[in-house]
Nanobody, 123 residues
Framework: QVQLVESGGGLVQPGGSLTLSCVAS????????MAWYRQAPGKQRELVAG???????NYEDSVKGRFSISRVNAKNTVALQMNSLKPEDTAVYYC?????????????????WGQGTQVTVSS
């Protein structure tokens, strides 16, 4: 059973900072791409940032220069450092990972999601 659990969300004033963390646990043999998505009320879920196992990162245009994604492979964790937060960053943030696990059908690479953590940017 694989689980992804996010933490670190909350209420912050515009211009403030937050760091989101996500840890993957369970029967995991390797984690490939990890990423953060977000979904604001009434909007589609969108990719915020992704990072490969080698550490290559990509960002959605509106967060470039403000957000930074990082991971620690040995701990199965990924973090999202968010600076200069804006009200439009308000959303539920989800962690996702492509990872290799053992299923009833053998080893498989599957995509898992966390349950999300709320980030609210407001004065």
């Amino acid at each position: 059973q694989v689980q992804l659990v996010e933490s670190g969300g909350g209420l912050v004033q515009p211009g403030g900072s937050l760091t989101l963390s996500c840890v993957a646990s369970g029967t995991i043999y390797g984690i490939y791409t990890m990423a953060w998505y977000r979904q604001a009320p009434g909007k589609q879920r969108e990719l915020v940032a992704g990072i490969t196992r080698a550490g290559n990162a990509n960002y959605e245009d509106s967060v470039k220069g403000r957000f930074s994604i990082s991971r620690v492979n040995a701990k199965n964790t990924v973090a999202l450092q968010m600076n200069s937060l804006k009200p439009e960053d308000t959303a539920v943030y989800y962690c996702t990972a492509d990872l290799s696990t053992l299923t009833a059908s053998g080893f498989r690479t599957m995509n898992y999601w966390g349950q999300g953590t709320q980030v609210t940017v407001s004065s």
